[in-house]
């Protein structure tokens, strides 16, 4: 018998006292009875053990049997594991890649609530049915773009499924044939494997070449399996103008555009390479239907492959000795005048024997808590699989494999922090093809943990996805041709710009609102100075016409002799006074509403704003998204642009 290391299911230990303590309680209860009906039936008040006919030590031997073979019983349930072995786990499914139309004719409601969220929701549907299949996602335009790889991620792949929009690529219009070369060069990288796509669409081809690029990926061993979104009557294509009001999309022509679905086209498509068209529907139940009836057939790939840590069970051993103490305790009898057998006793052994058996026959397999938590994270149990593997670590913290599935579980749990934690560790190793898929889910769990805070801390997220982006370079220098690492580090490259631009964008426009707020107080400050100053004057004029008259009546007094000669004098006024409405008082005012002027209203920008404001509008609208589509670069079409 090897050492015991842990249980497996360890509340049965806290079980085991609880259900002694209660079998205690009915020994007393049953011994308190017996001893009222004795008592009622007999003439004198001895009690011992003759007068109950069976003997007192016998009967707490029986009795102690129970009890032992009752903790016995919990500790078997409690499935106690020995030491550990390591074997090799796998998974096996189909590999689907998606391509979703986010054009704007997905917009049109003839399938409710419009084509493209009903699309996504048949596909979120879908996932619940996947076991183990892999399933990535390319979205298509007048361009195509890779946005989830090939991968048994759902939760990743279901957000990236739910960001997906109208606004997801940017070019208009409906190139199919782009989404087909996408989807064939993506599904030849995943090796000698069934090459399937589901493409769902309206079938609404503008530019026109969707047949021949179908034809050529046929000849490359890929089958197309169509889904067709929409009406054949169709309706007007609504465009939301951000406002709360709906436009509808006219062509070049200014006729109102209607989307109709085109089934000709895409039944021709899956025709060409095997596949089959099928509708939607209105409760977008044709893909789940696809799903069963056809690609769930094809030949599967092996998904998951990886070493995982089996323990050895040991429930056998108390098993075993509570099954010997229950023949113990029927065995023996407490009879002393004559053999009386206590059913009691005995029935409930038969049963808690019943129990047990039933019990080990529906718990988990006989596995250890690597193994369970491989089940638990297959299941989508991903905390508790978090937990077993962390609780096995705790034995050899130094196994890089099973840090790795540690980190892989936390990942899926959404404990980004110890998911880069336990990638982190995994790097440990001297193990290559290990290494670089280490850093390269470092590099996805960094992303995800600074995306947490890019709102509320948006320097600590630039922080992480700097070390995201390292991760992503570490993982290529160990793998040049990892095209799932050179795509995650563009992607997270252009959010880290993003975001520093947004960050970059914010501080401009606090500093101009704090300029803006300075040239208000200083208006307002002059604005006040100016009324002052057109007050004071007006006082100064009124004291100095008082002092004006007080000299002319002093002067009249002093000159009444000569007051003829004087008649042609006019008073002397005090030097200094001014006129009203003729000095500097009054040109102040002006000039403060002049300057007022140049300043600008409130709310209202300056000619010099508005010409900077220009400026930064021109570098803006010659920004155009970085990538190449299909591994091409794309021409400016010569004819008028159907956009929908």
Aim: aromatic fraction near 6%; hydrophobic fraction near 40%; glycine fraction near 8%.
């Amino acid at each position: 018998m090897s050492q015991v290391t842990h249980f497996g299911q360890p509340l049965w230990i806290v079980a085991g006292p609880i259900a002694l303590a209660l079998a205690l309680l009915l020994f007393w209860r049953f011994d308190r009875l017996q001893r009222r009906r004795l008592l009622a039936f007999s003439m004198t008040r001895d009690t011992d053990s003759a007068l109950y006919g069976v003997s007192r030590p016998l009967l707490w031997t029986k009795r102690a049997a129970f009890c032992l073979a009752l903790l016995a019983a919990c500790v078997a349930l409690a499935r106690p594991l020995g030491s550990m072995q390591m074997q090799e786990s796998e998974r096996r499914g189909v590999d689907i890649l998606f391509a979703i139309d986010t054009s704007r004719s997905m917009l049109t409601p003839d399938v409710k609530p419009n084509r493209l969220a009903r699309a996504k929701l048949a596909v979120e549907d879908l996932l619940d049915h996947l076991n183990g299949d892999g399933v990535g996602l390319v979205a298509f335009a007048g361009e195509a773009f890779l946005q989830a790889p090939v991968t048994n991620d759902y939760d990743a792949f279901r957000e990236t499924l739910e960001s997906l929009d109208t606004h997801t690529i940017t070019l208009g219009g409906t190139d199919i044939a782009a989404a087909i070369r996408l989807s064939q060069s993506t599904l030849t990288l995943r090796g000698d494997t069934q090459k399937v796509m589901v493409l769902i669409t309206d079938g609404e081809d503008l530019a026109g070449d969707a047949l021949l690029a179908a034809q050529a990926a046929a000849k490359k061993g890929m089958i197309i399996f169509t889904v067709g979104v929409g009406t054949a009557a169709g309706e007007l294509i609504p465009i939301p103008d951000g406002a709360g009001n709906v436009q509808f999309v006219k062509d070049p022509a200014g006729n109102f555009v209607k989307s109709r679905l085109d089934s000709e086209m895409l039944t021709q498509i899956a025709a060409a390479t095997g596949g089959v068209y099928t509708p939607l529907g209105p409760q977008g139940q044709g893909i789940v239907k696809l799903y069963g009836e056809r690609l769930k057939g094809f030949a599967q790939r092996q998904h998951s492959d990886r070493q995982i840590a089996v323990y050895a069970e040991l429930f056998q051993w108390p098993l075993g000795a509570a099954i010997a103490l229950l023949v113990l305790e029927w065995l023996l009898g407490v009879s002393v005048r004559r053999r009386v057998l206590l059913a009691a006793p005995a029935n409930a052994a038969l049963a808690l024997v019943a129990f047990v058996g039933l019990a080990l026959q529906m718990a988990p397999p006989a596995r250890a808590s690597p193994l369970v938590a491989q089940d638990e994270y297959n299941k989508g149990q991903y905390s508790q699989a978090q937990r077993d593997y962390a609780q096995s670590l705790k034995l050899d913290p130094t196994r890089s494999r099973l840090q790795f599935n540690l980190g892989a579980a936390a990942y899926k749990a959404r404990d980004f922090t110890a998911a880069a934690e336990a990638f982190n560790n995994a790097l440990k190793t001297r193990d290559i093809p290990l290494q670089q898929s280490a850093y390269y889910n470092l590099g996805n769990a960094l992303f995800r943990q600074g995306e947490k805070g890019a709102a509320s801390d948006p320097q600590t997220t630039m922080k992480t996805w700097q070390q995201s982006i390292g991760a992503y370079d570490t993982a290529l220098q160990l793998r040049p041709s990892d095209r799932d690492a050179k795509f995650n580090r563009d992607v997270v490259q252009r959010r880290l710009d993003e975001l520093k631009r947004q960050q970059q964008q914010k501080q401009n426009d606090k500093k101009s609102q704090d300029q803006k707020d300075q040239k208000d107080q200083k208006n307002r400050q002059n604005q006040k100075d100016q009324q002052s100053q057109q007050n004071h004057p007006e006082q100064q004029n009124q004291q100095s016409q008082q002092n004006q008259q007080g000299q002319q009546n002093q002067q009249n007094q002093q000159n009444q002799p000569n007051q003829q000669g004087q008649q042609n004098q006019q008073p002397q006024q005090p030097s200094g006074q001014t006129q009203p409405g003729s000095g500097p008082a009054d040109q102040k005012p002006q000039q403060a509403a002049a300057a007022a002027q140049d300043i600008g209203k409130p709310n209202q920008m300056t000619p010099l704003e508005a010409e900077q404001l220009l400026d930064s509008a021109k570098g803006e609208e010659r920004h155009l998204p970085i990538g190449v589509a299909n591994g091409k670069p794309q021409n400016t079409p010569q004819t008028p642009l159907r956009d929908w």
